[in-house]
């Protein structure tokens, strides 16, 4: 049986990247933590077994180097070249961070210079009939905001809203689309309960406390864009899982509700509720079983096909994860969708498997909007660095030469009908 998914006139169709990722030459809380971690994760990665295909690339795991962003992808100097690439393969929207670190180097003082460079960036999308969509916080933070105490300290929400308010009101004419920040729950779970991404706290109650004040950052920040720009949509982003009980048996069902209930973001309500839209970020399917002998609670996934990071690539979930969200009746944009293959194998089918259940979430009411494959570059990818390959476009680190993969002309056939038949 043939299925035929339509979308609707003016979808959004692109990609996306993230500041700290793609931009090179930042100098951020998370610049320091690199530095300080990178020759122990090289050490570590040699207890792996890494196939060929992936240690003949530089850089390699087995490399300090690969730990440090350096100057990641130079997209800071090459962003036209890049949403040329991106206007290439057909894209009308992008999405991407504003870097804090470089707006507000010092606290309470503005680089009038990394201002206008953004003003490029932003004016640079619309010479090229790319829509704009603006992540304000994307996990980094300044160096003197981490001295203080990052989100912990008692002015972070009044720190955050300064810079906020500054952003906004330069480009308020110039961009519709905000996102407070990614990813919250995330954020707090690695770096305030499982200690391996800034600030390495391992504390649970902790965590809660920062998820908290992150939602408070959230709602006092959606208010102020809206104040300096009314006819703004303002949303924020999340990473969820599709879970589903590895059996009916009432033990595993309760340890899934659990986990559901942290790793989905307990104040997902509450952050739906203070926002224009959603941006859902899918990776992750998970059965869960209950399992003493190994930390209490395991994944028993098929992994039928596996991305380099072994992830399981798992289409329906992204289906059922979407069907839940329609109870908010809100507008929905995927905002990050993708995988780490190296050699493109699976890339193609991954793209038109996950749309298509897009599009038959969005033909059983779900008001879907937009579509960004994560990523348009080969990146930075936080803790394990270059050489997990994300990108529809293909980076050579030493060079900075770009290369289009074969995927990303497949996903062009897609935007270019608005439609997919499966």
């Not at 035929?4 to 990722?21: E, M, N, V």
């Not at 033990?251 to 739906?272: G, I, Q, S, T």
């Not at 038109?352 to 599009?359: F, M, N, V």
Request: hydrophobic content about 35%; proline content about 5%.
């Amino acid at each position: 049986m043939i299925e035929r998914y339509t979308f609707p006139k003016g979808f959004l169709w692109g990609a996306a990247t993230a500041a700290h990722q793609v931009e090179g030459g930042n100098h951020n809380d998370w610049t320091e933590w690199e530095i300080k971690n990178a020759k122990i994760k090289s050490q570590n990665a040699k207890l792996r077994n890494w196939p060929d295909y992936i240690l003949e690339k530089y850089p390699n795991p087995l490399q300090p180097e690969n730990y440090i962003s350096g100057r990641a992808c130079d997209h800071y100097n090459r962003f036209r070249e890049d949403f040329d690439i991106a206007k290439q393969l057909g894209h009308n929207a992008h999405r991407f961070s504003i870097e804090w670190s470089r707006i507000e180097p010092e606290e309470g003082k503005f680089d009038e210079k990394a201002l206008a460079h953004y003003r490029n960036v932003i004016g640079a999308l619309r010479e090229r009939g790319m829509e704009p969509f603006v992540t304000l916080w994307h996990w980094t933070i300044p160096v003197w905001f981490a001295q203080k105490g990052g989100w912990m300290h008692k002015d972070a929400g009044k720190d955050f809203i300064r810079f906020v308010s500054k952003v906004v009101s330069e480009f308020k004419l110039e961009v519709r689309y905000w996102i407070t920040g990614n990813e919250f729950e995330t954020y707090a779970r690695h770096g305030y309960f499982l200690g391996d991404r800034p600030p390495g706290r391992r504390n649970f109650i902790l965590s809660y406390l920062v998820l908290r004040k992150l939602l408070k950052a959230h709602k006092a920040a959606y208010e102020e864009i809206k104040r300096i720009a009314p006819e703004a949509e303002v949303g924020f982003t999340e990473s969820l899982v599709y879970f589903e009980p590895f059996n009916q048996w009432p033990h595993n069902l309760l340890l899934l509700r659990l986990v559901k209930w942290w790793r989905n973001n307990p104040f997902l309500d509450e952050f739906a509720a203070s926002s224009d839209f959603i941006g859902l970020q899918h990776y992750f399917h998970s059965r869960i079983r209950l399992n003493p002998k190994s930390n209490w609670w395991v994944q028993f996934n098929e992994n039928k096909k596996v991305s380099d990071f072994g992830w399981e690539i798992y289409p329906e979930g992204i289906y059922h994860v979407l069907k839940e969200l329609g109870r908010y009746k809100k507008p929905i944009y995927i905002t990050e969708n993708g995988l780490a293959d190296a050699r493109d194998h699976y890339r193609s089918d991954y793209i038109r498997d996950y749309i298509a259940c897009i599009g038959r979430a969005f033909s059983e009411g779900v008001d879907v909007r937009g579509y960004f494959h994560w990523s348009l570059l080969d990146n930075f990818e936080w803790q394990e660095g270059f050489w997990p390959r994300f990108g529809l476009v293909k980076v050579n680190y030493k060079t900075q030469d770009r290369r289009i993969r074969p995927s990303a002309l497949e996903y062009k056939k897609i935007i270019t009908l608005n439609s997919l038949e499966r």
